[in-house]
């Protein structure tokens, strides 16, 4: 209290109020007008004078200064005071209503169900309204509890059991779904390409397509252990090691891995001749190619056993891709050559074959062709081509009866040019 109106203040004098109907001052006597009347006088009064009792109370703070901080000081107490008597009278309450439901368990869950029977507009009210507000969080909640516990069989159960109660519902999400003809559109094309492929394999004796279908638990497993992973500190150094690794596993055995493999086998020779059990000869190469490689590099220490089976894996795939095509290459370009070399000589065996074709009555073969197939047959005889089958042979020949069929038209431009250039005369 800041006023002269506060409890516990001196001996007041007259009260001075001022008469809505008479300008003139009711002293005391007045009091013996009727409470209720009085009362209202008066508050009819204050409410004209506001701006005047807001003076006044000015000026008497201003005239009796430590009073006024003196009542102010006694008024927080008792307010003190009493919110410490109301909190202790609130917590002895909980503690008394915490007592009695740990004693009678059975009591409070009857009168939970009771109530919750007997109102459940305002329970699904709130219900709804608590959902609005933390969907995000209520989401999660749930989301965890399903994944603490996975079970495929009754999460189909559940979402069978609310289509079966939430038909209409159902029914109305689809339509408004369909709605959107773009959505309509790819869900026609989507089926009609599922129903093409289904006949398809059928006609060509096939088994249908094999899938396996993610459940939402593995799918936010997934995204947990990405996350996990990319957002790994260590993550970029562990893959430029990796990448580093791999790569320079490769290109090692591609230029060592005939030497390599020589040693292996006579590594494993001995070990058969010594009585040991006998060891794989790609297990002994790609062991001693790894050991090189770590040997090479500046780190290692991020690398697992997983990485150097994934590099492992990944050189035994590509390395003899790369020999293939290598081989393949030299192949064609070995044929080339020769056939440019050799053509008189080709051309003579290829006549007299095509002679001893006739006799036994069988058709003629093209020059062209018998050359280029007497050229792959001496160079096979002369390079490695271990990786190569009968296929890459023959494409091989084909390859390379293009590419000189290329290079005569170009030679017969030239020279064709060069005649016409020629000055006559």
Do not use: C
Not at 117 to 124: A, D, G, L, M, T
Request: charged fraction near 35%; glycine fraction near 2%; proline fraction near 5%.
């Amino acid at each position: 209290m800041n006023g002269p109106s506060g409890e516990n203040t001196a001996p007041r004098k007259a009260l001075v109020t001022q008469s809505p109907d008479h300008d003139h001052v009711i002293d005391e006597a007045s009091r013996n007008i009727q409470p209720d009347r009085h009362a209202e006088t008066r508050r009819r009064w204050v409410a004209e004078n506001r701006d005047r009792i807001r003076e006044m109370n000015r000026r008497w703070r201003a005239e009796h200064l430590e009073r006024a901080r003196q009542l102010n000081r006694d008024s927080m107490r008792r307010a003190t005071a009493r919110q410490r008597r109301q909190t202790e009278l609130r917590d002895s309450g909980r503690e008394r209503a915490k007592r009695w439901r740990e004693a009678h368990p059975d009591r409070v869950r009857e009168y939970q169900q009771r109530w919750v029977e007997e109102n459940r507009e305002k329970v699904r009210e709130y219900y709804n309204r608590y959902y609005a507000n933390h969907r995000d969080e209520v989401n999660a909640r749930a989301a965890a509890r399903r994944d603490a516990d996975p079970d495929p069989d009754r999460t189909k159960q559940a979402h069978k059991q609310w289509a079966e109660r939430n038909k209409e519902r159902r029914a109305e999400v689809q339509r408004i779904r369909r709605a959107d003809p773009e959505i309509y559109q790819a869900e026609l094309e989507a089926n009609a390409a599922a129903k093409r492929l289904k006949r398809t394999l059928i006609r060509a004796g096939l088994p249908p397509k094999q899938l396996h279908p993610a459940t939402a638990a593995e799918r936010r497993a997934n995204e947990r252990d990405a996350d996990a992973y990319f957002n790994n500190p260590v993550l970029p150094e562990h893959l430029r090691q990796f990448t580093v690794f791999a790569e320079s596993l490769t290109e090692h055995m591609r230029k060592n891995g005939a030497r390599m493999r020589e040693f292996a086998e006579a590594y494993a020779a001995t070990r058969v001749r010594m009585g040991l059990p006998p060891v794989p000869v790609e297990n002994i190469v790609y062991a001693r190619a790894v050991e090189v490689v770590t040997e090479r590099m500046r780190r290692v220490d991020l690398l697992t056993s997983r990485d150097v089976a994934a590099a492992v894996r990944a050189a035994k795939a590509v390395v003899p891709r790369e020999e293939r095509q290598d081989q393949f290459d030299r192949l064609v370009k070995t044929v080339v050559t020769h056939v440019h070399r050799n053509r008189a000589r080709y051309a003579v065996d290829a006549e007299m074959e095509n002679r001893a074709r006739a006799h036994r009555g069988k058709p003629r073969l093209p020059v062209e062709s018998m050359v280029v197939q007497l050229a792959v047959q001496e160079v096979i005889e002369r390079m490695p081509t271990n990786r190569l089958a009968v296929e890459d042979a023959q494409n091989a020949a084909r390859v390379a009866k293009l590419r000189l069929a290329m290079s005569s038209e170009l030679g017969l431009r030239a020279v064709n040019d060069r005649i016409q250039r020629r000055p006559l005369g």
